[in-house]
């Protein structure tokens, strides 16, 4: 049960700039915690792309970045690449109930 | 540099209950203020988070799931297991086992395993 919504889909030629949106509520995005991003590719697990809504693990280029404002997040790929088709999820933390991780919906990001 | 590995069977039959274990190697499970965590996907669909385990015994589980899950750990074997019971054809998922910094962000992750649920 997915509470964080992503566009399902994104496309961009090589080179070109795309942005994947994230939105939350008051009880996750919009209560001040995190968000963070994972790439997946194709029959792989998901691996940290960006933490602490925009810091980039080492190893991760610099043209993947994030931003956070109110009750929602971006991820903005620049200089997209052929190797970057792949499945893009954001997740946060949801204080409601007992208080649970929750994962956006998903994005596949097509380079054309 | 730690890293995870899921195991148990990949196939299981309805109303059963679903067993895997998360086996952790690279470091200590008890090191570190970090919480080993339960994901699955359903084919084609997105994460889930089912719950999580302090190296204490402290468990959280997913609202929706909570009814049917126990996490446990075994430290002296490096290892976190998840048991899911009652479990359907809505419970086919490659399951990934992944270490949680806090109430942040998850990594890393295992590779997943794929349990199937049917007769």
């Known amino acids: 049960q997915s509470v964080l919504t992503q566009p399902p889909s994104v496309s961009g030629a090589p080179g070109q700039r795309v942005t994947i949106s994230c939105t939350g509520s008051s009880s996750n995005i919009g209560a001040g915690y995190d968000v963070h991003w994972y790439q997946q590719l194709p029959g792989t697990a998901p691996k940290l792309l960006i933490y602490?809504?925009?810091n980039r693990p080492s190893g991760v280029p610099d043209r993947f970045s994030g931003s956070k404002s109110g009750t929602s997040a971006s991820l903005a790929i620049t200089g997209l690449q052929a190797e970057d088709e792949a499945d893009y999820y954001c997740?946060?933390?949801?204080?409601?109930?007992?208080?649970?991780?929750?994962f956006g919906t998903g994005t596949k990001v097509t380079v054309l | 540099q730690v890293q995870l590995q899921e195991s148990g069977p990949g196939l299981v039959k309805p109303s059963q209950t679903l067993s895997l274990t998360c086996t952790v190697s690279g470091g200590s499970i008890s090191s570190g203020s970090y919480y080993w965590s339960w994901i699955r996907q359903p084919a084609g669909k997105g994460l889930e988070w089912i719950g999580r385990?302090?190296?204490?015994?402290?468990?959280n589980y997913n609202p929706s799931l909570k009814s049917r899950v126990t996490i446990s750990v075994d430290t002296s074997k490096n290892q976190f297991s998840l048991k899911l019971s009652s479990v359907t054809a809505a419970d086919t998922a490659v399951y990934y086992c992944?270490?949680?910094?806090?109430?942040?962000?998850?990594?890393?992750w295992g590779q997943g395993t794929l349990v199937t649920v049917s007769s």
């Open positions: 385990i302090y190296t204490s015994g402290s468990t």
């Open positions: 602490g809504n925009s």
């Open positions: 992944a270490r949680a910094v806090g109430i942040r962000w998850f990594d890393p």
């Open positions: 997740q946060s933390y949801d204080s409601s109930l007992s208080g649970y991780y929750v």
